[in-house]
């Protein structure tokens, strides 16, 4: 019995625990971390087997496959392709000792389980989580707005031709201007750093 308590402890049973700040360096997934262009963790949750590393640009997956081998598989999700969807907590009933985020990264279904004793910072997580949610869902609808702007204004250019340019020159002057236009929609509305959203939701 004391066994098993004090593996749940240590993160080593399939049940996670919350990892202080203070222990990310000691962890598989801090090696993984692009310290090169300010890449920082901000919640690591870790189980016997697999890592769940919260970065300010993504989710890091240290897949352990399973608690016998030594082996992993690093998956990282990139806010930027892969949108977080789906976010749900399970909180504990009376004799369980978990508590369950879920969500979806990209089309990838993602279910953990952690020590009910990190309920507080689970229910910080799950505020980060669902906040870059609603904005990334915001930011898609604001850049499909765009798109179809920028298609309605190059058909009317196009209806309305002008003699002086020729069809080649025309249609090279408006593929320029779109892809510089569009690439100016990117950068506003296709958000990489979400280090803001956790400084604002994460306490721990």
């Known amino acids: 019995m004391f066994k098993k308590f004090a593996s749940d402890a240590l993160g080593l049973s399939d049940i996670g625990v919350v990892v202080p700040k203070s222990d990310f360096d000691k962890t598989d997934a801090d090696d993984f971390i692009f310290n ?39 998956r990282r999700y990139d806010y930027e ?19 369950e985020i879920k969500f979806t990264i990209g089309n990838i279904p993602m279910s953990i389980d952690i020590h ?3 309920l507080t910072e689970i229910k910080d997580l799950y505020k980060a989580l669902h906040a870059i949610s609603l904005k990334q869902k915001s930011n898609a ?10 298609t309605l204004a190059a058909s009317a250019l196009g209806r309305i031709g002008n003699d002086a340019i020729s069809p080649a020159a025309s249609f090279k002057e408006i593929t320029s201007f779109s892809h510089r236009w569009m690439m100016d929609q990117k950068s506003e509305f296709v958000k990489k750093d979400f280090g803001d959203v956790f400084e604002k939701y994460i306490n721990n």
Do not use: P, W
């Open 81 to 99: 392709y892969h949108t977080i969807d789906q976010v749900l907590l399970e909180t504990a009933g009376t004799i369980d000792l978990d508590v």
């Open 116 to 118: 009910k004793k990190h």
């Open 141 to 150: 609808f604001s850049m499909d707005s765009a798109k179809q702007s920028l």
């Open 36 to 74: 090169e262009m300010d890449e920082e963790i901000y919640f690591l949750i870790k189980t016997k087997a697999d890592e769940y590393c919260f970065t300010n640009f993504a989710l890091i997956h240290v897949d352990g496959a399973n608690a016998i081998s030594k082996k992993r598989m690093l």
